[in-house]
T-cell receptor, first 110, second 117 residues
Framework: GDSVTQMEGPVTLSEEAFLTINCTYT??????LFWYVQYPGEGLQLLLK?????DKGSNKGFEATYRKETTSFHLEKGSVQVSDSAVYFC?????????FGKGTRLHILP | DTGVSQNPRHKITKRGQNVTFRCDPI?????LYWYRQTLGQGPEFLTY????????KSRLLSDRFSAERPKGSFSTLEIQRTEQGDSAMYLC???????????????FGQGTRLTVV
């Protein structure tokens, strides 16, 4: 069945470092792809999305490009801040369900 | 609108007891989802409703679990004869599906954390 695999954490970076969190998916056809973020003590929030191949989703300085040829949707940010510390989930939407990866915890050190 | 609301936020219960959780979606949203999240894992799909109709249930949803959305607005998730393995965060989400079938993003509540002792 459809699934999402993302890099295991935790990922620890210094403030202003470059961030990449890898995500690959397995699915038939072309699902919509998402990154959700969960800040401490809060619910899941949609960070960005892409609905077709080569689309780039972006929000709050984060970007991810839907790569059909590599079935990937890696999350990147050029300069992270302490406030970006959270758990990040890669996900796909298939048959009206959202299927999530296991999440990657990100720690940003000041 | 304050978003998706879930109650209670926390529930501690003894093994064998029944529990019920409530979800109030965003008012104009016609689709409602239930997910379960355990520590270190991503949310796992349990079931979803389109208006009042329950359209799909995951095999994770044993016969001890039942969900309803009687008037197409709020939803309840009941777990009967709780087991320690039921301890998890139960998440509700809602979205709007248009007549053309397009699904907008899903908005999640803050969840109900269940602890079975």
């Amino acid at each position: 069945g459809d699934s999402v695999t993302q890099m295991e954490g935790p990922v620890t970076l210094s403030e202003e470092a470059f961030l990449t969190i890898n995500c690959t998916y397995t699915a038939t056809g072309y699902p919509s792809l998402f990154w959700y973020v969960q800040y401490p003590g809060e619910g899941l929030q949609l960070l960005l999305k892409a609905t077709k191949a080569d689309d780039k989703g972006s929000n709050k300085g984060f970007e991810a490009t839907y790569r059909k040829e590599t079935t990937s949707f890696h999350l990147e940010k050029g300069s992270v801040q302490v406030s970006d510390s959270a758990v990040y989930f890669c996900a796909l939407n298939r048959d009206d369900k959202i299927i999530f990866g296991k999440g990657t915890r990100l720690h940003i050190l000041p | 609108d304050t978003g998706v609301s879930q109650n209670p936020r926390h529930k501690i219960t003894k093994r064998g007891q029944n529990v019920t959780f409530r979800c109030d979606p965003i008012s104009e949203h016609n689709r409602l989802y239930w997910y379960r999240q355990t520590l270190g894992q991503g949310p796992e799909f349990l079931t979803y409703f389109q208006n009042e109709a329950q359209l799909e249930k995951s095999r994770l949803l044993s016969d001890r679990f039942s969900a309803e959305r009687p008037k197409g607005s709020f939803s309840t998730l009941e777990i009967q004869r709780t087991e320690q393995g039921d301890s998890a965060m139960y998440l509700c989400a809602s979205s709007l599906v248009t007549l053309q079938g397009a699904t907008a993003e899903a908005f999640f509540g803050q969840g109900t954390r269940l602890t079975v002792v």
